[in-house]
């Protein structure tokens, strides 16, 4: 029925006029069938009044109807109503993996664990087709621990089982979790499919980690899976995210890219990450040429990169195309864009206003972006009614705490920076430890500002030292205002040195870790001070290296003394 492309309406008037009757058992096989047709054909009333009218629906009916309608909650009352059926009617496998898909969907994921519980109760939870639709519904609602203990906890694993865990990790920004298992899954000589590659390419690329992507390349190119569309998405999204935009441009040219979006999307992404504008509008016009219709994710990156680059007139000029010449609906994201590159040019008010005209309640981000604004224009007077709403919408942001301070701190209000700090202390806020890390030989090597707990501890001590004298000599002068304690200047300078970002840079150029020649590259959890900025300006000259840093907003690039940033982040 599915494949003749007749209409199943015809095929069930047919069947009334030869008298096959739903009442009868040998017929049920056809109209289970033809559940799904109809469903597939778009006739799902059609398909609940078929259903209706068979009096004693077995398992298979009722998986029939369920899967028809499991993109609706309507999927959940009739699994219900089958509980609550006389004949007393149980679910099978494929009625659980289906009742999860839609449980995935809808915003309150409790019913998930009451299904887990059923499933115990029906000897199904160690169904790999089971398991693997729990796991992806612990995932999407965050609980990645359940979702591996529901893996671990599995006898028997396959493809499909570490492919689900491996993106679910990915999905809660798991990275090191989530390629543990993708090497538990080579090692027991599971195959990989283009669903695990995928995956653990998006969950090593939120790390940067550049030497793992490329393994993973290698891997994909040795079993084929190269050549898939998601595959090579995630490459050049991960190449892209690790800061090796060449490389990512360079899979977009050889893949035959054609009409897909999400190719140029991710290719577009990437450039936007470094706030390379011009690529962004190149790939667009060239996409534009092919007769690809962009979306709101073409946009978004378009609008990432001119936010990036500082170019509010241009962001709102690109928002204003989307809406009115492509007939798009911006997302609050975009609009998050333009009120970003409005306050970074300290058109603050008018980002202001953006944000209360908008046809979205203002999110946490909108305000961290206006705070943010207010800090790197010195605006200490709209800073507090900001943090406030913040505070409303996230009350244990600690980035509203430590950007207010800055505020305070900036224009050297020493009782107010007080006052913001005892009232993060007694709200119970933790502040988030400022980390860089730095991969050498797939291994990240991790440092905290002042920290002394690296083998090499000596060695990178003397070199920072080295450094510092070095590039002081070339011109380099601190910024101490990025102290935001009452000391004295010596200590100011000191507590500069041992920043994290510094130590890493070090421990790279060290004998040995990363070979003459190679870039330096860094990660960083949160924004980079802009001593730091400008102090690898002059490292970079001093120790001949590039040096790219990928920090919690972008990318900056440091080659020649120079940053690809322009001093805008």
């Known amino acids: 029925m599915a494949e003749s492309g007749i209409d199943p309406r015809c095929v069930h008037v047919e069947a009334i006029k030869k008298g096959i009757n739903p009442s009868s058992r040998e017929n049920r096989v056809f109209f289970n069938n033809l559940i799904t ?93 089971v398991a693997s639709a729990f796991i992806s519904v612990y995932s999407k609602s965050g609980n990645w621990n359940a979702a591996c203990k529901v893996f671990d906890e599995m006898p028997d694993r396959d493809e499909v089982c570490f492919a689900a865990i491996i993106n679910g990790l990915a999905q809660n920004k798991r990275p090191i979790e989530s390629l543990h298992y993708f090497i538990k899954m080579k090692r027991q000589s599971i195959p990989s499919t283009f669903h695990s590659i995928s995956s653990v390419l998006c969950a090593i ?7 793992l992507c490329m393994a993973i390349h290698a891997h994909a190119v040795i079993t084929g899976l190269d050549l898939d ?61 092919r007769g690809v219709r962009p979306d709101e994710y073409t946009f978004l990156a378009i ?9 509010a007139i241009e962001t709102e000029m690109w928002l204003n195309k989307m809406k009115l010449d492509y007939k798009l609906n911006p997302w ?9 590159a409005m306050g970074r040019s300290g058109r603050l008010e008018e ?128 910024n101490l205002d990025e102290i935001l304690h009452e000391v004295e200047e010596k200590e100011k300078r000191e507590f500069l040195w041992w920043h994290g970002e510094k130590l890493a840079v070090a421990f790279g150029l060290l004998e ?20 730091c900025h400008e102090a690898f300006k002059y490292i970079g000259v001093v120790a001949q290296r590039e040096i790219i840093v990928r920090d919690v907003h972008r990318y900056h690039r440091f080659l020649n003394g120079r940053c690809s940033c322009g001093d805008s982040w």
Request: aromatic share 10%; with cysteine; proline share 4%.
């Open 205 to 211: 690329s939120r790390a940067a980690m550049l030497e």
């Open 37 to 129: 047709v109809y469903a597939n054909s778009n006739l799902h009333s059609s398909a609940l009044q078929l259903f209706h009218s068979i009096p004693r629906p077995n398992t298979v009916t009722w998986t029939s109807i369920i899967t028809a309608f499991s993109n609706s909650p309507i999927a959940v009352g009739l699994f219900i109503s089958m509980l609550r059926h006389p004949r007393r009617t149980l679910p099978n496998a494929r009625t659980f993996a289906t009742l999860l898909k839609t449980c995935a969907s809808l915003p309150n994921h409790s019913l998930g664990p009451q299904l887990h519980s059923l499933s115990f109760k029906l000897c199904l939870h160690h169904s790999p087709f």
């Open 332 to 340: 609050i994201e975009h609009y998050t864009c333009l009120i970003g």
């Open 512 to 531: 040995g870790v990363v070979p003459r020649g190679k870039p330096l590259r860094i990660l960083k959890n949160l924004r980079m001070c802009r001593d």
């Open 303 to 311: 609008l990432t990169a001119f936010y990036n680059a500082g170019m």
């Open 229 to 289: 569309i998601y595959v090579a998405t995630a490459l050049i999204d991960g190449y892209g995210k690790c800061g090796l935009v060449e490389e990512a441009r360079k899979l977009f040219n050889e893949f035959e890219i054609g009409s897909n979006l999400a190719l140029w999307n991710a290719m577009m992404a990437a450039y936007a990450l470094q706030g390379s504008k011009e690529n962004v509008i190149e790939l667009f016009n060239s996409m534009e040429k």
């Open 351 to 478: 980002a202001k206003n953006v944000a209360s005209t908008m046809p979205y309640e203002p999110d946490a981000a909108v305000y961290r972006v206006l705070l943010s604004s207010c800090a790197n224009n010195g605006n200490a007077d709209s800073a507090w009614s900001l943090a406030e709403k913040l505070w409303e919408i996230e009350p244990n942001d600690d980035s509203a705490y430590v950007i207010l301070s800055n505020v305070y701190a900036g224009a050297s209000m020493w009782e107010e920076v007080k006052k913001v700090w005892k009232m993060m202390r007694e709200r119970g806020v933790r502040k988030e430890v400022a980390g860089s890390w730095i991969e050498v030989r797939g291994q990240n090597h991790v440092f905290f500002a002042g920290d002394k707990r690296h083998y090499r501890n000596e060695e990178i001590r003397v070199k920072v030292k080295e450094l510092m004298v070095d590039i002081e000599k070339l011109g380099y002068v601190a």
